[in-house]
């Protein structure tokens, strides 16, 4: 089934072209992507005076970073099969629970960090729609 059609006052039929640099479109590029727009629409809406804010997505890890934490996860199921069979806790669990707690901990204070100086900014603000 096809989406309906638009009204004829909801239609955009004119364009408008713009000459940019090659600096000028990745940074119109990138702050779109930041407030999660297509570039047509963020300068229309920034043109228009619209207040553009940023989406937050999480971030995306790198394929060999996933595929470690895989591994990690897999050797931690392994070890607490073992704890829950035998009602004893490996000696080397312990101090790959610690580790993985540090490492979140840390994760969770630079996620923390970040959404704090975001919230203390105007989102219009370019530096923090490119992430500068």
Known sequence: MARPSKQTREKRDHFLTLRLTDEEQRAIH?????VNATP???VREAALGAKLRIVQSPPTLP??????????G?????????ANATGEMPARLE????QITALF??????????LEALDA?????????TGE
């Open 74 to 82: 897999v050797n931690l199921n392994q070890l607490a099969r073992i």
């Open 95 to 98: 101090p790959l629970l610690e």
């Open 121 to 129: 900014k105007d989102a219009t603000d370019p530096a923090v729609l």
């Open 63 to 72: 394929f060999a970073a996933i595929e470690e934490l895989r591994r990690i």
């Open 30 to 34: 990138a702050r779109a992507a930041n």
């Open 105 to 114: 901990d840390e994760a969770i204070d630079r996620d923390m960090d970040r």
């Open 40 to 42: 047509s629409v963020f």
